[in-house]
């Protein structure tokens, strides 16, 4: 898709020449949502295995918060809640510098720019309160 060369208005670009766009374009999320990102190697990683139960039991408050947590999972990608993102683990794990074999969350803004990043499961306790120190919460 040919953007003429105005990126900001190109909601299809997935160009590198313009640089990073928002992760919440990229996942075909609008602004008003708060898209957890969580990256593991296989459904069977530690961290991953860890990560996923403080979702779930803290899913209303995930909801509460506008927070749809997207994992990209080996060559895999699905939510919890919300809808299906529009982008593929291709894609997501070489834009956010996710290597195949690691871990890492990443937290972004409705800004679009990323408010966590981390290599270890994140308790929600810890996601909360940063959202809350938010000024768009």
């Known amino acids: 898709i040919d953007c003429g060369g105005n990126p900001a208005g ?7 020449q313009h640089g990073p766009q928002p992760i919440s374009r990229h996942v ?9 990102l969580v990256f593991a190697p296989s459904a069977e990683a530690q961290q991953l295995v860890r990560q996923k139960p403080i979702v779930i039991a803290n899913r209303s408050g995930f909801h509460e918060r506008a927070m749809v947590v997207i994992y990209v999972t080996g060559d ?9 993102p529009g982008r593929t683990a291709k894609t997501l794990r070489p834009q956010y510098r996710v290597n195949n074999d690691q871990f890492r969350a990443i937290l972004v803004g409705k800004d ?6 981390a290599s270890k499961p994140v308790p929600a306790s ?12």
């Open 10 to 16: 190109c909601l299809n670009c997935h160009s590198s």
């Open 28 to 36: 075909g999320l609008q602004m008003k949502h708060r898209p957890p």
């Open 76 to 84: 895999s990608v699905s939510t919890t809640q919300g809808r299906q």
């Open 112 to 117: 679009g720019g990323a408010k966590l990043q």
């Open 126 to 137: 810890r996601l909360f309160a940063l959202i809350g120190s938010m000024p768009m919460r």
